[in-house]
Each structure stands twice: as structure tokens, then as C-alpha cells.
């Protein structure tokens, strides 16, 4: 029986958010507060009929940590959710400080005006100091390990699927499988097709800033870092087939690199199609990917803000999307002096994700292990103060828990590796 304030109602919370509702025993009081209180009301009044978890809505402004405080303590839950965007995770951490309560997100802490001059400069120092320069990193919320370790909470960062389950298989690997892992690849393959010439699967706004970005990887304790899109591989992925993918610097390459120290190499790929790349290439080329204000005609607009409202919402995509997810993780090692390897994987379908909970397998891939790594935190089995990633605990219960409730895993002994 726990109480639960979900902050966001996108995409991804929309799905957190139905299945939360699904396990009411647990979850047994939930508010969903937005920046947009309407949609969470249109939200609350589609799953009420169908669910014993008390719902109540709230508008907030996530971005001024009073609101949120003032949100909290009159809620009084035992967890926050942030399902808004990862701009909002230190003011929402440090409410959740200020009020003593449990706190979990999906996505690292990135500054949102990284063009600001006051930004700029923090940002070229930090870049020098951790070797690569994607906008986000773990060292904003790490900060906060001491003070959560002191309030006796804890901050669990990253619990969706990349962030998030590919840490658990991590943590898999390292307690069933291997007695050392030497390289992992995580790839993350979407084979499903919107009918539209371009659109984003998640937040266009966090997606276009992450793939737009410099690719890096960890090999033999330093970052390698290369120019966007520059190392391309083909895969052919169970359920899905042939698909080309580049490597892309991710957020749990930065924290599997200090939580499992004895692993050679670290990569991410992620799969795109030419049409995605034109795209993005030609509104890079043009500025609307970035984040400077223009003037125009008298008012002040955000380019890639202005992108956003012109692309389909990645909440709608759920009907037209076709086709399926494949994302996992593929392992060497050795295992008592043998070498070997392993892929372990999920296969989500876009249409059965949308027949079940309305939505794309992207955001459904998502929200179901943000519910996951709540069902943790709230039964107590994963019980620690401080700020957590997901490989730093226990993966069986939260691996049976995603196969139970929708992610199941596939495991491949001895796959194709990546070259
Ligand atoms: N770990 C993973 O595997 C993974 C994968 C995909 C996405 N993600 C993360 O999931 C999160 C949600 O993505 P999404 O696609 O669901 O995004 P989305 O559809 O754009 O939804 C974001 C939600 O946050 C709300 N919001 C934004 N700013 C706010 C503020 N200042 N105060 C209160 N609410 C605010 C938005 O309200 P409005 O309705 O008013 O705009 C909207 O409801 C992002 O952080 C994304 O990076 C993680």
C-alpha cells in the first residue's frame, strides 16, 4: 500500500502511469501531476473505471523546486516519479531531499540552455574533465549520494530501458553468467515504422539533442570519443532483420564504466534509417535543432522548441507504429577459465504494446521498467540510501518483475558479436 506522485504525463508516463494502475495492491494511491494538469485529467478519467488505484491530478511546475516542495508536502507520498524531462531531475531530486522521499527518474540530468554563456563555460570545463561532450552526464546527480545517504532515501536514476534494463542484464551477466565480462555492446534496434517521413519516438527535443551529438565509447579505462554517426555496423536482429546502427554515446556507459571496473570496452549502437538521418542532418544544418532564442516578427522562439510542435506527439505515434523493438545487451568473457559470450535481449511489438496500453513500443519499453524500479523501491527489495543505478542492485527481482509485466528477456549463448 504506498502513495505515489508522478510528475509528467508524456509518452512515457502515460505508460508508467497505466501500469501502475495495474498493480494496485502496491500502488495504491497515485497523483499525476503535469505542467498540463488536462491530460493528466484525461489520463485519470480513461483508467478510473478499470482500476482500484485511487487517482487524484495536480498541475506543477517542475522547474521551481517550491511548487514541487509545496506539491509533496501536501501529497505526502512515499516516492516521486519523474517522468517529465531530464531539465527537471536536480530541482525534483532536491525537493524530494528537502521532504525525505524516495526519488526515481529515467533520464540523467542534462542543463537545458547549454547555449546560455553561463552554461557554455561550465560545460567546456566539464567536458575537459570527464573526456566527452555529450550534454548530460552522472556527476550532476552523483552529487547528491551524500545528502540522500544522510536523509536515509534513496534516488534511483535511469530506470527505463536504455538507461535502465540494460544495467540490469549487466548485473545479470556479472552474478549468473560470467566471472569476468570483457566487452559489452549494447544495441538498441527499432524496426518499427510510423508512415510518417520523420518523427521521434520519444521527447523530439532530448532525442534530437542525444543523437545529434558526438559519439563516445570506454575502452580500456578512457573515453574514445568520434564525430556523430562516424562508426557504422549492420546487425541483423532477431524479430526484426538486417538494420544498419552507429554508435552513439549513452548515459549507463558512463556508470556501468565505474560500477563493473574490469570491462575492456563499453559500447552503444542504436539503429537509424538513411530518411532519419537526412532529416536530422538537414535541420541540423539549417538551426532548428538548437537552443538559442531567435527573434521572430517580435517574439522570442527556441528553435527546437518550435521543431517540437511542429512534429507528430511521440504519444500519438501508438496506432500508425508497425513492427518491433529489439534491445539488449551482448557480453564476452569468461566463465571458470572458458571464454564466451552472451546476448541478452528484449523483443517488444509496437502493435501489441499499442492493443494493450494505447502507445509505441518506445515509450512502452520505457514506462514499464520505470514501474518496475518503483515496485523495488516501494516493496523494499531494493532498500538503500544514497543515489543508485540500476546494476548497483539486486537484477533478479526486477527482471522477473519485467517479464511478468511485459519485458521479457531472450537469451542468446554464443551470438554474432559486433565487429
Ligand atoms: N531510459 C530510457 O530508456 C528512455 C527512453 C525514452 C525516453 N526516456 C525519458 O523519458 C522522459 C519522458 O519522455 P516522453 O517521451 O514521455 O516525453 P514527453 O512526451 O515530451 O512528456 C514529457 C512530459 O513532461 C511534462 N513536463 C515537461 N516540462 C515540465 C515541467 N517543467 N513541469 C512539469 N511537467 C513538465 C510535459 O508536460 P506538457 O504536456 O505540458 O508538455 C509532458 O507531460 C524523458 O526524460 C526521456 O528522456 C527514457
Redesign the pocket.
Same mark, same amino acid.
Given at each position: 500500500m504506498s502513495r505515489v506522485l508522478i510528475?509528467? +504525463?508524456?509518452? /512515457?508516463?502515460?505508460v508508467a502511469i497505466t501500469k501502475c494502475c495495474g498493480v494496485s495492491d502496491v500502488f495504491s494511491e497515485i497523483c499525476i501531476? &503535469?505542467?498540463?494538469k488536462s491530460? +493528466?485529467d484525461a489520463l485519470a478519467k480513461k483508467l478510473r473505471p478499470n482500476t482500484q488505484t485511487v487517482i487524484t491530478t495536480a498541475q /506543477? %511546475?517542475?522547474?521551481?523546486k517550491e511548487e514541487v516542495i509545496d506539491l509533496i508536502r501536501s501529497y505526502k507520498p512515499e516516492l516521486v516519479m519523474? @517522468?517529465?524531462? !531530464?531539465?527537471?531531475?536536480l /530541482?525534483i531530486m532536491e525537493a524530494c531531499l528537502e521532504c525525505k522521499v524516495n526519488y526515481l527518474?529515467?533520464?540523467n540530468y542534462e542543463p537545458e540552455d547549454t547555449e546560455d554563456p553561463k552554461w557554455r563555460e561550465i560545460y567546456e570545463k566539464r567536458c575537459k574533465e570527464k573526456g566527452f561532450s555529450a550534454y548530460f552526464d552522472y556527476s550532476w546527480q552523483w552529487a547528491y549520494a551524500k545528502k540522500f545517504e544522510d536523509a536515509g532515501t534513496t534516488a534511483l536514476l535511469? &530506470?527505463?530501458? $536504455? !538507461?535502465? /534494463?540494460?544495467q540490469a542484464y549487466c548485473a545479470y551477466a556479472k552474478k549468473h553468467i560470467f566471472d569476468e565480462i570483457d566487452t559489452i555492446d549494447i544495441l538498441d534496434c527499432n524496426g518499427g515504422d510510423h508512415g510518417y517521413p520523420f518523427a521521434t519516438?520519444?521527447? !523530439? #527535443? @532530448? %532525442?534530437l539533442r542525444?543523437v545529434s551529438a558526438p559519439g563516445s565509447y570506454w575502452e580500456n579505462g578512457h573515453w574514445v570519443e568520434i564525430p556523430a554517426m562516424s562508426i557504422k555496423r549492420e546487425y541483423n536482429f532477431d524479430q526484426v532483420g538486417k538494420k544498419d546502427m552507429y554508435l552513439l554515446h549513452h #548515459?549507463e556507459i558512463e556508470s556501468l564504466a565505474k560500477n563493473v571496473p574490469e570491462v575492456k570496452r563499453i559500447r552503444f549502437f542504436m539503429t537509424f534509417g538513411e530518411s532519419y538521418l537526412t532529416h536530422m542532418r538537414c535541420l541540423e544544418d539549417v538551426g532548428m535543432l538548437s537552443t538559442v532564442p531567435v527573434k521572430y516578427e517580435g517574439v522570442e522562439i527556441v528553435p527546437i522548441q518550435f521543431l517540437?510542435a511542429l512534429l507528430p $506527439? !511521440?504519444?500519438e505515434l501508438g496506432p500508425r507504429t508497425k513492427g518491433k523493438t529489439n @534491445?539488449g545487451c551482448i557480453f564476452t568473457g569468461r566463465k571458470d577459465g572458458k571464454e564466451k559470450s552472451w546476448y541478452i535481449y528484449n523483443v517488444c511489438d509496437h502493435q501489441e504494446c499499442y492493443r494493450e496500453v494505447g502507445s509505441q513500443a @518506445? &515509450?512502452y519499453?520505457?514506462?514499464v521498467?520505470?514501474m518496475c524500479g518503483a515496485l523495488m523501491l516501494l516493496t523494499k527489495k531494493w532498500n538503500k540510501p544514497g543515489v543508485f543505478t540500476v546494476e548497483e542492485f539486486d537484477p533478479d527481482p526486477f527482471i522477473e518483475a519485467l517479464d511478468k509485466y511485459g519485458l521479457p528477456k531472450n537469451i542468446c549463448e554464443d551470438p554474432v558479436t559486433v565487429e
Open positions: 510528475i509528467g +504525463c508524456g509518452g /512515457v508516463a502515460g501531476a &503535469s505542467r498540463t491530460k +493528466c /506543477v %511546475n517542475a522547474d521551481n519523474n @517522468i517529465a524531462l !531530464p531539465y527537471q531531475d /530541482v527518474d529515467t533520464a535511469g &530506470s527505463g530501458f $536504455d !538507461p535502465g /534494463v540494460t519516438n520519444f521527447n !523530439p #527535443e @532530448i %532525442n542525444e #548515459e517540437k $506527439d !511521440p504519444a @534491445i @518506445i &515509450s519499453t520505457t514506462g521498467p520505470a
